[in-house]
């Protein structure tokens, strides 16, 4: 028996309960220096501190932050070409408001996203702990053959069975596949070999899964079945715009073990294209 004590998988669930946790105990230390500071703080401010710390700290814990710090990063290169633009006609017309909506600008257009990324965060979350939950409650059905106590021995002697032969079929539907659910390739059966990685994108020269370009980067991802570990393994190659379920953002540049019966989600939102690994 092994020695080390094993870890505990860090469900859905259990992320979230630490995120709301945590968004409460800084909802009460915010709370704490602004009683402290000498402000009048009423009853129903006390209320909304403490009823909205758990759901700010659920939704910040499923944030998409790869998604988050891209539309950041733009939104800071926009606000800063208005700010920009806003100096120049504040030294112009020597009046100095149009550098300040320019700032004022500058400072929404990069916390915006920031500041309200909890908001999906916690629809997000609530999407996959239903799905955890979901697969979780089809792993524990026992099917009826499963319950049924085992047929005792039979008394008089019986020949060996001959072993059949297994069947062409039996051997294609044991190999792990993947399967297109929707976009340009629902329906279809991709077969993959043991240790074979599959790259899926939009550039024909190095894909074996090849989708539209308005669909997916030249490599968006690829996708692997590990046969010593039994598992499948996929690599974002495109900064988080490959999802588990559609909801959980994929590691980039790594790969990361996903349960079979996942849908790996190439895109978001209309040109979502979804496979099903089997």
Known sequence: ??????????????????????????????????????????????????????????????????????????????????????????????????????????????????????????????QEIRLEKKELNQSDTVRPEAALPPRPAAASPVSQPVPQPVSQKAVEAARPALTGVTGIFAGTDFPVQADEELAIGSDPSVCQIVLPAECAAPIHCSIRYDSRRGCWQVRDLTDGHTFENGVRAIRTGVFEDIPKGRLICVGQGKYSQRFRLG
Not at 62 to 72: C, I, S
Not at 101 to 108: A, D, E, K, N, T
């Open 1 to 126: 028996m092994d020695n080390q004590t094993q870890k505990k998988p860090v469900t859905a669930a259990r992320r979230g309960i630490t995120g709301a946790i945590a968004g409460e105990a800084v909802m009460i230390v915010i709370f704490i220096l602004v009683a402290a500071s000498g402000a009048q703080v009423s009853f129903a401010y006390a209320l909304i501190y403490l009823l909205f710390g758990p759901i700010y700290g659920f939704g910040f814990t499923f944030a998409n932050w790869r998604l988050v710090a891209e539309k950041t990063k733009r939104g800071a290169i926009e606000g800063g070409a208005v700010l920009g633009i806003g100096i120049i006609l504040s030294c112009l017309t020597e009046n100095v408001k149009w550098g300040f909506w320019g700032w004022i600008y500058f400072v929404f257009r990069v916390s915006w996203h920031i500041g309200m990324c909890w908001i999906p965060g916690v629809w997000y979350g609530i």
